[in-house]
């Protein structure tokens, strides 16, 4: 079979593919330097703001299914990240005997309109773990670097919390944090007698307007849904679309990129993709390109962008792209407290998250795991949705009669009716987010023997956790034990045991996958120099967590978007300095 | 967009309504509850939704003896009891029905277990269960509602009844009736200023002295945020 690959005549200076947190704000910094900018985006079109696209405040009778999962949109069908783990015609493979659960998001704004908004710096030490443990690598930057950056994306984007003064878990410019909820008071009785610290969550909801734009949050525990008022950060209600409104901006959706397109001398001229909507292949030109497509994606374009110039793929010369690929470690534990049965029944929604949480508070030499994980807490009164008032069957025994006998299990009528009622709001559940080693055995690939829809080769990966993960999750769950029957919580279910990695979840479940492209001062053993750009192509740059070269045990956006600002002023330095 | 359009564009949301502002147009508070189910799902639809939603919505699953016998049974789990609604009251089948078919590997002990309630009641009674009287239907329930005392070589009955039981229960406490008498008062207009004090009093907590003065106030989440150098906010 043959195609038609239509080329367009005119040239962009810079081409950004992927709209989410670093396509957005790569298409905000280039675009107000005056740089024409085109915007590549795999799905469709989304604007919260838009009545068609609004899924926030729906009730669960909106859906026929109750909010419940689907396919598409695995954390529910009012979530807002169309794509999810198994995207129809869009396959990838695993090696036999390893694990990896890819989560992709094909919409304006990607991931961004769907996830926790929990927006942590990277601290000091996250730049220098190999001088301080000896595994993984150091970044070629340090937190100086970015500390400029991350200062910027406060104040541009909007992020609540308080200034704590801990050494590794830097302050920022914080909106007003919010009071915790009954069950977050809970939690902190039982976290202060395990010796376990809990301060403000740092979100980035407006508690507080930043300008005139953008709404002010009105606490409706949405933001997985994006919000109409854009008082959540949303790449493309935030980023993207005032970058159209004022600069030099077109956006491509459904546009699939397939390849990198480098001339004779290695330079990149462009890329070639695939218009979902007519199946068509596309040339685009450009003066540079910014990938932006997320850390396995960004692989996969650069490894499919073979030429004679790169007979490995773009960026490939040392073949470090897709090698170092690690997520977040993750463990969940849950408990039911007595104290909050029949509890009174107030508006509890709050910001879309825990309004408290945990930072790593721990000296990894007096542990047997390199490494530390930040704790979550959730509970509470919520919307009632798909899920409520099930397993009864099994929960209905921790409920108590006037006499003090147990509920029995199971049952029907009145009774179970009321039950339900009594037990609703009780749960206090716990998860730990924690930072793995990097490996290189660790990786993603090109699978020779599969392509998507669009024709275009698929990634294939191999991931294994190690020990230290392993020790680091048996961690998670006796502090969530301690601090769950410290706050007077009734233990559910079992713990989780050597048998189950100890609950520790299958690598790319946390989706912070990061470290596919990395940085680094030795063109041998990474892909991007310390501004992220290709160490064997001056004119391409990534704008994702592929750069990353260790991930923290901090959820990865704020630190996309502050390194994707210091790359964009590189690239107009770049541009001023007629280097591009 | 300015922050007054932005207002505006709340009152678009079916519950938003007067969610910020009080100088608002009543007439403007229309609130929608109506059931939504027939269109599918709104919001963001990709066309391979929509016509999942729709040609799931086009089907039917169950017969019309296995719909009477479900009708009985979903009102055995939630009657209408004190606060007078029952299951069938707000359309419970109709969700099981859609889940039916949005969940296919809840189908076959759907159908087996409404079978199976033929089958014992024939074996015990001679005759199917929906022509047994109330109490032995009753006593057909009791076997296999209670999974701790229901014998073992019922756990296939019992694994139908706790499938049912968990459809049924969620589809009535995810309608607006249920959440009445579930008491959920969320997504209503409010601005979150912590638990209310007699509450907070009664679970013995106070909040945290340190964080008294740097937790919002409600009264300056209009005034646009300004810091000083620190991070300090100053506006």
Known sequence: MSFEIKSSGEAYDVIIVGSGAGGGMASKILSEAGLSVAVLEAGQDFDPAKEEDRTQLRPPWESPRRGSGTRVRPFGDFDQAIGGWDIEGEPYTKAPGTQFDWFRSRMVGGRTNHWGRISLRFGPNDFKRKSIDGLGDDWPIGYDDLKPYYDKVDKLIGVFGSKEGIYNEPDGFFLPPLKPRLHELYAMKGAKKANVPMIPSRL????????NERGVCFFCNQCNRACQAYADFSSGSVLLKPAMEKGKVDLYTFAMVRAVTTDDSGKATGVSYINKVDMQEYKLRARAVVLGASACETARIMMNSKSKSHPNG????????????????????????????????????????????TPWWLDNKKLDFARGYHIEYWGGMAMPSYGTGFAMDTMRKYLKDEFGNPSPNGGYGEGLKKDIRRLYGTTLGMSGRGESIPQYSNYCEIDNKVVDKYGIPVLKFHYKWTDQEIKQAKHMQDTF????????????????????LYGLATPGRIIHEVGTTRMGKDPNTSVLNSNCQAHDCDNLFVVDAGPFVSQADKNPTWTIMALAWRTCDYIVEEFKKKNI | M???????????GTLASGLLLTNCDPK?????????????????????????????????FFTDEERKKLNVLVDIIMPAGENGVSATDVDVPDFIEFMMKDYPPFQTPMRGGL???????????????????????????????????APAELAGAVNFFNILRNLTCTGYFTTEKGFQYMGYK???????????????KKHGFEYPEKYKDLYLKPEERGTVAQWDEEGNLIG
Request: proline share 5%; aromatic share 8%; charged share 30%.
């Open chain 1, 314 to 357: 773009v960026g490939n010369s040392s073949g470090m792209v897709g090698r170092y690929v690690h997520d977040s470690t993750g463990a969940d534990r849950m408990g039911i407290l007595p104290d909050l049965v029949d509890r009174e029944r107030y508006n509890e929604d709050g910001v879309g998250g825990m309004h408290v949480y």
């Open chain 2, 28 to 60: 403007d508070k229309v609130e929608d509850y109506s059931p939504r189910i027939a269109g599918g799902t709104p919001g963001a639809r990709t066309a391979e939704e929509i016509a999942y939603d729709q040609r799931l919505l086009s089907e039917v």
């Open chain 1, 481 to 500: 034990e301690e601090i769950l029957t410290e706050a007077g919580a009734i233990l559910m279910g079992t713990k989780p045991g050597a048998d189950t």
């Open chain 2, 2 to 12: 300015n922050r007054r359009e932005n207002l505006k564009l709340l009152f678009t």
């Open chain 1, 204 to 211: 980035s909801m407006l508690t507080r307007p930043i300008n």
């Open chain 2, 115 to 149: 079978m199976w309630l033929d089958n014992y009641s024939d074996d015990t009674y001679g005759k199917k269960f929906l022509a047994l009287s109330e109490s032995e239907r009753m006593e057909v329930i009791d076997l296999i509602a209670w999974p701790d005392k």
């Open chain 2, 186 to 200: 969320g997504n209503t207009p409010n601005v979150w200023d912590g638990v209310p004090d007699e509450v907070l």
